[in-house]
Nanobody, 122 residues
C-alpha cells in the first residue's frame, strides 16, 4: 500500500488547511486510517483516526473541535480538515493505514506516507 499526502503549506494562525492522503495498491476500505504529526524536536504523536467505513472517529484532545477527519472510499482518500490553526500545530503530518483496526497507537499502523509539512505562523 502506498500513501501520498498533500495539502500542507504555510498558513497564518486562525486559518485553515485540508490535508489529503491518497492510497493505492490495496483495498482501502479494509484499513483504519490515521493521521499523526511530528513537530521539530518532538516525538511523533497521534492526531486522529477514522474507521474503515468512516462511521467512527477519534481525536487527540489538542485538536478536538478544530480538526475533522473524513474518508471517501470510492476515491481511496482520507482527509484532515484543519480549522482555527495554531502555531503549535506546526509539524510534519503523516497519514497511516492500519489493517482492520481502529487504533491510536503508532506502532500498530502498517503503512505510512512520506508526510506533508504544515507551518502555522503567529
Amino acid at each position: 500500500v502506498q500513501l501520498v499526502e498533500s495539502g500542507g503549506g504555510l498558513v497564518q494562525a486562525g486559518g485553515s488547511l485540508r490535508l489529503s492522503c491518497a492510497a493505492s495498491g490495496g483495498t482501502f476500505s479494509s484499513y483504519g486510517m490515521g493521521w499523526f504529526r511530528q513537530a521539530p524536536g518532538k516525538e511523533r504523536e497521534f492526531v486522529s483516526v477514522i474507521s474503515r467505513s468512516g462511521g467512527r472517529t477519534y481525536y487527540a484532545d489538542s485538536v478536538k473541535g478544530r480538526f475533522t477527519i473524513s474518508r471517501d472510499n470510492a476515491k481511496n482518500t482520507v482527509y484532515l480538515q484543519m480549522n482555527s490553526l495554531k502555531p503549535e500545530d506546526t509539524a510534519v503530518y503523516y497519514c497511516a493505514a492500519d489493517i482492520l483496526r481502529f487504533s491510536i497507537v503508532e506502532d500498530e499502523y502498517d503503512y505510512w506516507g512520506q508526510g506533508t509539512q504544515v507551518t502555522v505562523s503567529s
